[in-house]
DNA sequence: ATGAAAGCGCTAACAT
DNA sequence: ATGTTAGCGCTTTCAT
């Protein structure tokens, strides 16, 4: 260590072999004959700085394709702009990404970030263990936490919201919700859609989905009410509760086919399972809307082309993205957990027209 | 700064109120009465500590909901396993990502990073400027890059190859490629796809999507060499090279329909075009497959469902994201980038059989 | 088995 | 307008 006078001649001479490592502040630092802390404020734009020598700075910067790193940064910083987005998975069928409208609602999140200069860290994780979500958040990775559906975990999610977790769901309005969430009325939407179908002329109208999820559960009371409201009961060996799976909604078709009770229209949860389901009973000599109408839920990009063009309750992904990102900051800027509703309305195709 | 001896009193008293910010190592110490370099080792899971020892603090840890810092820890220890997964836009349209094969492929990443303990930081690039992608690598946020698609930016991703940025694209295998890519064989896909239909007897067949795109190009010339082979021509007029919009392929096929010449098959590069296509050709009068033959690409999982079930050559997003993770991990490990293909068949459906 | 101290790459007082 | 220094939260020698 032999000692040094002022003069910015380091202990070693300027042709060091440049490390393995990858070029940092330092290295632009000497580069420009210049201390890292006016390399820090060139990077930064600080107007303190000449601006030649920012000029001159950031030009090296570029050449030798250097960015500040933002892992130092953001620790020193304190800051974080990166919002963890996390889709739950069913640990029983070990079930990939697989509906059009989830997957749709994630890119509606990410538009939504991106254009807000954020970072969008996407992750799985078992929809048993709904808690675990919060991690990114714990670990500091991620400033807050989008999720998507609450599953069968609303204490959980409750206990989580009173840990002060900043994490908004998509999902229903639960009673008792002590945390934010952004979803369609899907009471509503399960009473337009049924409404519509009485309306048709319907009779006996199949639920498909599974009323434990809760959004699928208050599209089936909606489903009831409007039965209700229309002075007629719904029949219970009518609500078909298929799991998440590919081909389930075909299997329920054909054993509602075979043993089942006569259906002369059918209310499914969503666009998905609706096409599906349509498939296998158009294999079954049923056609839609010749034989029974369908309406279903999400309308997904394809509900629109698809045979016949299905009438369903649209859930808009650009606005819910936005919606929940806004959510998320409201939150973290020390406002109140709310529970949004997207705008709820019947699109009608010819699913449901004779 | 009065100087303090030895024994671990802090000038400060313990009762100190706890500071606004998150419980931090520090906090678990004073708690567990430790050093901080005991907690550190103990959440590391050190054997050097004493088991005792390290139950109290763990459990501490828990109870405070307490997690190592990921940022401060990455720094420290110079790793990351974040992976950056881009999907490129098109500036133009300003389009949102929407068609289902992409979205189910970005699932198909997201479960292979999943599974091998990474992270994936999902962000959008402009599709002119590729070479943005990088940038998560330069700022050290990410490991590396997995880049959905090419787009017309060949020598961009050559460029940001020579730089050494880690990265694997989605896409066609093209000349001069010096980046590691993961992708259908679309040559073959497309020959596989008209030779089929030529088999059945069409004659006059559309190509369906634009050729300046390169894995649409390849299946292009799959298209062209299957005629060839056949000691057919292509007629030209036959190539309809629409943009990737919602509307673009229903507008082609009313184009046609009224100026055109006439067809009797038609080969969709995606799905989602033949699906939209079928339909607007329905609303035509032209049905599928009584009055022309279909073939697609793809394979989404509706592809299977839709009226009627479409022919297609198959593309398995998740072997693909298995292969991409894999590219990824064996740039990095110093393997030269390598150019992959997934086996590639046709699934015979309904859509082109008379 | 545990603690003290240095340093990961950066920023921001506080100098000058 | 620029440099010096301390420290963000953590891990790891090196001591003991």
Known sequence: ?????????????????????????????????????????????STLINPETRQRITELARSHNYSVNAGAQNLRLKQNRT???????????????????????????????????????????????????????????????????????????????????????????????????????????????????????????????????PEFGQRHQGYLQAHEAAGLMADPSLTLPVPMLPDAPARAMEDLHRHGPPIDAMFAASDLMAMTAVGALRRLGRHVPEDLLVVSYDDIALAAHAHPPLTTVPQPVEAAG??????????????????RTLPTELIVRDSSRR
Chains 1, 2 share one sequence.
Do not use: C
Request: proline fraction near 8%.
């Open 1 to 45: 260590m032999a000692r040094s006078p002022s003069p910015p001649l380091p202990t070693e001479p300027a042709a060091a072999p440049a490390r393995p490592g990858r070029v940092q502040m330092v290295d632009i630092a000497r580069l420009a004959g210049v201390s890292v802390s006016t390399v820090s404020r060139a990077m930064a734009g």
């Open 83 to 213: 919002v963890s987005v996390v889709v739950p998975y069913d640990p029983q069928t070990r079930q990939h990404l697989s509906d059009p409208f989830f997957l749709s609602l994630i890119g509606g999140i990410a538009d939504a970030l991106t254009e807000q200069g954020h970072e969008m860290l996407l992750s799985r994780v078992d929809a048993n263990q709904l808690d675990q979500a919060a991690s990114a958040y714990h670990t500091g990775r991620a400033m807050g936490v989008v999720l998507i559906g609450q599953w069968h975990q609303h204490d959980q999610l409750n206990a989580m919201a009173s840990q002060g977790v900043p994490f908004v769901v998509w999902g229903a309005q639960l009673p008792d919700q002590l945390y934010a969430s952004v979803g369609s009325d899907n009471v509503e939407g399960g009473r337009l859609a049924t409404e519509h179908l009485l309306q048709q002329g319907a009779r006996r109208i199949a639920f498909l989905g599974d009323p434990d999820l």
């Open 322 to 339: 936005q919606m929940l990102v806004a959510s998320l900051k409201a939150l973290l800027a020390g406002e109140p957990p709310v529970r």
